[in-house]
């Protein structure tokens, strides 16, 4: 039986038949996206389901042999589950959970797709080592912890304190198949990044903003939240933002 990091079980709680699917970021779980799915079910009475991506919330071993295919694979399988018995179903992800959700957009059929401190490319000089680093280094350490301005949730939020060297290869093959598929998602798109992120760079905001096919997408800068933009100091804007995304694009 697998045990999971405690807060980082998977969530999902049947409301009416407009799906909403979270996808959570790289070292991260379902933690990220529990109370905003709580908020638009509450709210919205929506079906709202926050998955966990293979070997994540368990121990970082579990990321040793793990592909980025193989996060899109299953977060493409969980929203097929969905559309089995929604009508509609938005595709919310955040960080390298953005990446999927706008890859699973232009590829299928949903209603409206959110970004939240999306990342299609990464800018850290520590990249120039990595072709040396996976030789020698199996693991990375992180020194800060998740980049939360919230003091309160980043001591409790369920995170890796170290993933595998080769992680980083599959996260960068995942970013440069998405700039590719930036042209072909035609979903209506709200992208939400802040000034203040320290670990994805804020100009990916304008580079999905400029690539993405959709007519119809509007950018929501934030000025004051970190990277975790759902559980930080203006979660609350995001939410609202969020349900008023999809109550003008539900049909």
Known sequence: MTKFMEGAEP???????????FIHGFTASPYEGREMAQWLHKNLGITVSVPLLPGHGTRPD????VTWQ???????????????TCRQVYVCGQSMGAALALRLAANRDCQGIISLAGAVFLKDWRLFL????????????????PDIRDKSRKAEIP????YPVRSVDQ??????????????I?????LVHSRKDRTIHFSNLQYIYDHIGSS????????????????????????????????????
């Open 70 to 84: 193989d996060w899109y694979e299953f977060v493409e399988s969980r929203f097929l589950e969905l559309k089995d």
């Open 62 to 65: 579990d990321l040793q042999t």
């Open 159 to 162: 995170n890796y304190p170290k």
């Open 130 to 145: 990595l072709p040396l680093a996976r030789h020698i280094v199996t693991y990375h350490y992180k020194s800060k912890g």
């Open 11 to 21: 969530v999902f709680i049947k409301g009416n038949d407009i799906g909403f699917l």
């Open 216 to 251: 119809s997408k509007e950018m929501i800068i934030l000025e004051e939240s970190y990277h975790v933009i759902s559980i930080d100091v203006e979660k609350e804007l995001v939410f609202k933002r969020i349900e008023n995304f999809i109550n003008h694009n539900k049909s």
């Open 186 to 190: 035609n979903a209506p798109a709200l």
């Open 171 to 184: 996260l960068l093959s995942l970013f440069e198949q998405v700039r590719k598929d930036l042209p072909e």
